[in-house]
């Protein structure tokens, strides 16, 4: 779908949903709080995985932000480690607000797997351990690169939205968030 037909699909859609009294509207993501809102003015969403993975040593130090699907979530051998595995997706990050659920249309697409390594203390075990399917998005920086390709992060914080926040099934996009093309269901 090129892009003149995709602004008429949208078009079509914004006028029925006016007409159907629904409201659409969206706003760039906002972080929780003002610990995050630091640590969101300092990272970089321009650094994806594949750039880690081809010079690790020149990124190690950089922090940043990513958002993906979580396939795993555990206690890490050492009792105090919080180990969440997780599917990159690029995202716009731009929340999308009408007539469907979901508010963060992820792409389909991303750059593989990263493991995310977090601190927990002892006393929080049992709690926000991130459920499976929830969306993530995560502030961290690499530590290395498995034999697999997976990268592990020693992060920062994570926040997990449920499953209702965010489709896949939207809009599809690459890295650089030009030529979006939804996704239409036959």
Same mark, same amino acid.
């Given at each position: 779908?090129?892009?003149?037909?995709?602004? =008429?699909?949208?078009?079509?859609?914004?006028?029925?949903?006016?007409?159907?009294?629904?409201?659409?509207?969206?706003?760039?993501?906002?972080?929780?709080?003002?610990?995050?809102?630091?640590?969101?003015?300092?990272? /970089?969403?321009?650094?994806?995985?594949?750039? %880690?993975?081809?010079?690790?040593? *020149?990124?190690?130090?950089?922090?940043?932000?990513?958002?993906?699907?979580?396939?795993?979530?555990?206690?890490?051998?050492?009792?105090?480690?919080?180990?969440?595995?997780?599917? /990159? /997706?690029?995202?716009?990050?731009?929340?999308?607000?009408?007539?469907?659920?979901?508010?963060?249309?992820?792409?389909?697409?991303?750059?593989?797997?990263?493991?995310?390594?977090?601190?927990?203390?002892?006393? *929080?075990?049992?709690?926000?351990?991130?459920?499976?399917?929830?969306?993530? %998005?995560?502030?961290?920086?690499?530590?290395?690169?498995?034999?697999?390709?997976?990268?592990?992060?020693?992060?920062?914080?994570?926040?997990?939205?449920? *499953?209702?926040?965010?489709?896949?099934? %939207?809009?599809?996009?690459?890295?650089?968030?030009? =030529?979006?093309?939804? %996704?239409?269901?036959?």
């Amino acid at each position: 779908m090129n892009r003149s037909m995709l602004r =008429n699909l949208l078009t079509i859609v914004v006028v029925l949903t006016i007409g159907c009294g629904v409201t659409y509207s969206s706003r760039r993501y906002r972080p929780e709080n003002d610990d995050e809102a630091r640590l969101f003015a300092k990272a /970089h969403r321009d650094v994806f995985p594949d750039d %880690i993975r081809q010079d690790i040593e *020149k990124h190690r130090p950089t922090l940043v932000l990513w958002s993906g699907i979580i396939k795993q979530a555990e206690i890490g051998e050492q009792r105090n480690v919080l180990r969440v595995l997780i599917e /990159h /997706h690029y995202w716009d990050w731009i929340e999308d607000y009408g007539p469907q659920k979901a508010i963060a249309f992820l792409s389909p697409r991303g750059e593989g797997r990263f493991e995310c390594r977090i601190p927990v203390q002892a006393s *929080k075990l049992n709690e926000g351990i991130p459920r499976l399917g929830d969306m993530a %998005i995560v502030y961290g920086t690499p530590a290395r690169s498995t034999n697999d390709g997976v990268l592990v992060m020693d992060c920062v914080t994570l926040r997990s939205f449920k *499953k209702d926040f965010y489709s896949t099934e %939207i809009v599809e996009y690459g890295r650089n968030f030009s =030529n979006p093309r939804a %996704i239409v269901k036959p």
